[in-house]
């Protein structure tokens, strides 16, 4: 380790090795994240969380600005729906890349967690998506995947507009797998349709910044706008 020190293990050009390793783990996530048989999940190492549920946020908003450029209508509003116990990653997604912030009130009724009555009433045609947390930051509590996502599938069938989900997994994302406690409902994440991204952290220690990996599973959310292509050698 201290002939190492001075290495930045983390600088994929220099050490390719390192893509070998960071292409396992997202494997390995998706799978104890559901993927299903014949689909791919694509991932991404970031600094943190805020980074992380900004590219998720930010595919879904290139990819509802696609449909709507391919449909020939306004695309100036977009909105994306939160519980009032997100952590604040989440508004400064909202507030750094121009997306309304529409953040629906917790309460005892709704288990300090995401609402999902106030959700149904608060979805439109401009909803770009919905972030769903496993671990809330002010109680630990797990939002309702499955209930969330129901609403989004009966939505799209009575519109045609289909909204994706984040499930911001920061702190749960490692938990939930091996419990059985049913958190989210009994399904969760990529078990659905709506899920298309989601985060964990993962810890590596030599680097001076916590590790996230950030997912995709469904090809329709990653937006090309998203991407970036390096053609030097290091």
């Known amino acids: 380790?201290?002939?190492?020190?001075?290495?930045?293990?983390?600088?994929?050009?220099?050490?390719?090795?390192?893509?070998?390793?960071?292409?396992?783990?997202?494997?390995?996530?998706?799978?104890?994240?559901?993927?299903?048989?014949?689909?791919?999940?694509?991932?991404?190492?970031?600094?943190?969380?805020?980074?992380?549920?900004h590219l998720g946020g930010l595919a879904m908003k290139r990819r509802?600005?696609?449909?709507?450029?391919?449909?020939?209508?306004d695309k100036s509003k977009p909105n994306i729906i939160?519980?009032?116990?997100?952590?604040?990653?989440l508004e400064k997604f909202a507030r750094y890349f121009e997306v309304e912030a529409r953040i629906l009130d917790v309460s005892e009724k709704s288990l300090y967690r995401l609402d999902p009555e106030l959700v149904k009433q608060n979805i439109d045609e401009n909803t770009i998506g919905i972030f769903v947390i496993l671990g809330s930051t002010y109680t630990g509590h797990y939002e309702p995947v499955e209930e969330i996502s129901k609403i989004l599938d009966?939505?799209?069938?009575?519109?045609?507009?289909?909204?994706?989900?984040?499930?911001?997994?920061?702190?749960?994302?490692?938990?939930?797998?091996?419990?059985?406690?049913?958190?989210g409902g009994p399904k969760w994440f990529f078990l659905f349709p709506q899920?298309?991204?989601?985060?964990?952290?993962?810890?590596?220690?030599?680097?001076?910044?916590?590790?996230?990996?950030?997912?995709?599973?469904?090809?329709?959310?990653?937006?090309?706008?998203c991407r970036c292509r390096l053609d030097h050698l290091a």
């Open 64 to 73: 509802w600005q696609e449909k709507r450029d391919a449909e020939g209508k």
């Open 82 to 89: 939160m519980g009032s116990n997100a952590q604040v990653a």
């Open 195 to 225: 899920p298309t991204s989601s985060q964990l952290t993962i810890k590596q220690e030599l680097p001076t910044s916590p590790r996230k990996i950030h997912q995709h599973l469904r090809p329709q959310i990653r937006s090309r706008v």
């Open 154 to 183: 009966d939505y799209e069938e009575k519109t045609g507009n289909d909204i994706p989900i984040h499930v911001d997994a920061a702190s749960g994302g490692f938990v939930a797998p091996f419990t059985h406690a049913k958190v």
């Open 1 to 53: 380790m201290v002939e190492n020190l001075s290495k930045n293990m983390s600088d994929a050009d220099e050490y390719p090795a390192m893509m070998a390793m960071h292409a396992r783990c997202v494997s390995i996530i998706s799978h104890l994240w559901g993927v299903q048989k014949g689909e791919t999940a694509i991932g991404s190492a970031t600094t943190g969380s805020s980074e992380a549920i």
